[in-house]
């Protein structure tokens, strides 16, 4: 099963906003991917209820997993919007 590490970028963590736009993106992935911070439970990487129940911070080391067709690509993607300021960033329809 691909995995991809990633270190949070946002500011506010995986919370909010920067939540939203990652969740957002993993229900859109061709394909099922989950998300884990350390030793804690793989969680729907679609879920906004379970990514926030991480309690990802910024600067904090979290783990996407996915199988199927599409998934190297979907955690490429879902990766590098991890990483990046999302709170630093204007909303696209803003």
């Not at 998300?35 to 991480?54: C, D, F, H, T, Y």
């Not at 783990?63 to 955690?75: F, N, P, Q, R, S």
């Amino acid at each position: 099963m691909p995995t991809r590490t990633v270190t949070v970028g946002s500011a506010s963590g995986l919370h909010a906003r920067p939540a939203a736009l990652f969740v957002q993106a993993a229900a859109a992935a061709p394909v099922k991917v989950t998300i884990q911070v350390g030793e804690k439970r793989a969680v729907p990487a679609n879920s906004m209820l379970s990514v926030l129940s991480l309690g990802a911070k910024k600067g904090t080391e979290v783990v996407l997993a996915a199988e199927g067709d599409g998934a190297d690509e979907a955690l490429d993607s879902l990766a590098d919007l991890l990483a990046r300021d999302l709170d630093a960033e204007e909303p696209a329809n803003g």
